[in-house]
């Protein structure tokens, strides 16, 4: 079992990097939690990878750098979806 997690754990970190995923997005990718997902990533690979474990702590880092223009793109995309159903039932 346990090197089952610490192969996934390598796993999500190698995705993460290759493909600059969120955590949300790697979690989603390999059906576990975010949490556990954020957890692997952070306190787990520091044990089995150091140097892989610098590039995720950076992706990390730039990623919560920019999640407020991530959030606003969301909300704005939310809008208007809304305004076009709302054109759409009164037109």
Excluded: W
């Excluded at 044990?47 to 991530?70: C, D, F, M, T, W």
């Amino acid at each position: 079992m346990r090197q089952d997690v610490e192969e996934r754990c390598l796993a999500m970190a190698e995705h993460m990097v290759r493909t600059g995923d969120t955590v949300r997005e790697t979690a989603r990718a390999f059906q576990v939690s975010k949490s556990l997902a954020h957890r692997e990533l952070t306190v787990r690979l520091r044990g089995l990878n150091p140097g892989l474990h610098r590039q995720i702590r950076a992706l990390l880092l730039y990623h919560k750098a920019v999640r407020h223009l991530r959030g606003g793109e969301a909300t704005r995309r939310r809008f208007l979806h809304e305004k076009a159903v709302s054109v759409e039932n009164n037109g």
